[in-house]
């Protein structure tokens, strides 16, 4: 009776353990897909090598995931959820100049983008999205659509009220967040080669003020935010 009493509180105790166990299995296989697809490219990542560093068998991913590319497109969704909803639900103070919003705007959106890390999907983006076209899609869909439909409606808000010069164009969006691309890619793959190291906030601070002065009405005389 006792050795029946141990094995029941064995069971017991375990039974919750491995509960918890199985429902971390999909964020623990993105976090591992993230750090493999980060050092070794989407191409040379293989759902063994994602599994081995999980601790899980390869069978037991497609549990979860059908292929590689569907767990890319988990791992792009799961880093761009948070940075989604915040852009989405947000709401301006309509007694603020459009250069404060703007400006805050691209300030919270290169912060979220270092922090997530979703220079690391943009950087493999660049790198293969010749040979898988797919990763491009769902990055630009899934990420980068919010941010340009943000900025269309800054600009357009700053048009409206006389804040913002010029039209609102696709190319102008791009224009304004190239640098994140640039970044994105120095930060992955030119980082550790370089004899001139950047100061990523300084960095993160020109681009701002850059894309600001590219499109504010600037009052001679009434120096911009930031100069």
């Not at 353990?17 to 296989?29: F, I, S, T």
């Not at 919010?146 to 006389?162: F, K, N």
């Not at 640039?182 to 020109?206: M, V």
């Amino acid at each position: 009776m006792q050795e029946e009493a141990v094995i029941d509180i064995v069971q017991e105790k375990q039974g919750p353990r491995w509960k918890r166990r199985k429902d971390a299995r999909p964020q623990e296989l993105i976090n591992a897909a993230l750090n493999l697809f980060g050092e070794f490219g989407y191409s040379q990542t293989r759902l063994d090598d994602v599994a081995a560093k999980a601790g899980i068998s390869k069978g037991t991913v497609y549990l979860y995931f059908s292929s590689k590319q569907d767990l890319f497109e988990a791992v792009i969704r799961e880093r761009a959820a948070p940075w989604i909803e915040v852009i989405r639900n947000r709401k301006d103070d309509i007694s603020q100049s459009t250069e404060v919003v703007l400006r805050e705007f691209l300030h919270w959106g290169w912060q979220q983008f270092l922090e997530s890390k979703l220079y690391l999907i943009a950087r493999i983006v660049l790198a293969e999205s010749n040979n898988f076209p797919h990763l491009a899609e769902t990055y630009l869909r899934e990420v980068m659509g919010p941010v340009h439909e943000q900025l269309t409606a800054l600009l357009a808000r700053g048009i409206e009220r006389g804040e913002v010069q010029g039209e609102v164009s696709r190319e102008r969006i791009k224009v304004l967040l190239a640098p994140l691309s640039w970044l994105a890619l120095w930060r992955q793959a030119l980082q550790n080669h370089s004899i001139s190291p950047i100061d990523e906030q300084a960095y993160i601070r020109e681009a701002i003020d850059m894309a600001v002065r590219s499109v504010i009405i600037h009052n001679p005389g009434t120096p911009l935010r930031g100069a």
